[in-house]
């Protein structure tokens, strides 16, 4: 029997907003054992960092600009530029400016989980592990790049590899709900419903709003047969989000085995107002649905 693609939620952390505080701790460490930048330029990193936490992502590509001008040498500042310009899509800019940082220091384990983040984002599956592994390599603990690379690796259909990539997340990381609802998603995959449900819960535990969570509970449950528990997640993940359209896809597909048809449809609808690109994954799960044994029509 043809297994069902429910619409999942994994995370990445791929806004570098959610890794600032880090970042600039850490990079302000690693600029101090290169030859110091000078006053001018120092004051320039300064003002671009306050100005990207702000969301000022042009102002800040121009104070950085200002400071490489004034020390060329800088990683740091090559760095935090290639996470301004990635927040504003520019992939190619990002990856550039990431190389540039660690050419000048090959040892900024933040560099390389950057850009593995920005080939991730352009396909390049196996460059994006690359250098996950390299950050891996100069930092053990990083356990965001065991995080990263586990969900590129279940994106390659490496789930056992995955799943050894998420384990040491956990165990490095254990209060992030984030690795617990990838880490799930690996075990939903396996075939693991028991597993991924108990990583859902927990994920849900440590953040009682962690809408994705809630979502892919629910489609673990639907993979189980429980399709009024699979609906009471996503009503949850609704209730929190009224904008997630993956949690009224998912929904209208449990309506569908339940007879529901006039739910489903109005499910259905909502998901691709709210998402149009769903709409062909979308309609090949329906097709899927309404062919499954146990749905009633």
């Known amino acids: 029997m043809q297994k069902l693609k429910i619409l999942t939620s994994s995370s990445n952390k791929r806004s570098c907003h959610f890794f600032l505080l880090i970042v600039i701790l850490l990079l302000t460490a690693a600029s101090l054992s290169q030859a110091q930048p000078t006053r ?18 042009d102002g800040a590509i121009a104070d950085y600009d200002a400071a490489i001008i004034s020390y060329p040498r800088w990683a740091a500042a090559y760095n935090m530029r290639g996470c301004a310009r990635y927040e504003k899509g520019d992939l190619d800019g990002s990856i550039a400016d990431y190389t540039k940082a660690i050419d ?38 990083l356990s965001s790049a065991f995080n990263n ?9 490496d789930l056992d590899g995955a799943m050894t990539d998420l384990d040491r997340a956990v165990r490095f990381d254990p209060h992030n709900a984030v690795v617990y609802n990838n880490r799930g998603l690996v075990r939903r995959a396996k075939g693991e419903l028991k597993g991924a449900i108990s990583d859902y819960n927990k994920a849900i535990e440590i953040n009682p709003r962690f809408v994705e969570a809630y979502s892919n509970r629910g489609n673990a449950r639907q993979d189980g047969g429980d399709h009024g528990g ?18 009224y896809g998912n929904r209208g597909l ?44």
Do not use: M, W
């Open 40 to 57: 001018f330029a120092a004051g320039y990193y300064t003002r671009g960092n306050e100005r990207f936490k702000k969301g000022d992502f």
């Open 104 to 141: 000048v220091d090959p040892h900024l384990a933040l560099a390389h989980f950057n850009r593995g983040k920005a080939r991730r984002d352009k396909g390049d599956l196996d460059g994006s592990i690359a250098d996950y592994t390299r950050a891996i390599e100069i930092n053990p603990r």
């Open 149 to 157: 690379r586990g969900n590129v690796r279940r994106e390659k259909g």
């Open 230 to 247: 699979s609906i009471v997640d996503y009503e949850l993940a609704i209730t929190i989000d009224p904008s997630f359209a993956k949690a």
């Open 254 to 297: 449990a309506r569908l085995f339940q007879g529901d048809k006039v739910g489903a449809e109005k499910d259905f609808d909502q998901c691709l107002r709210l998402d149009p690109n769903l709409k062909p994954f979308l309609e090949k799960q329906i097709e899927r649905a309404k062919q499954r044994p146990g749905s009633r029509q």
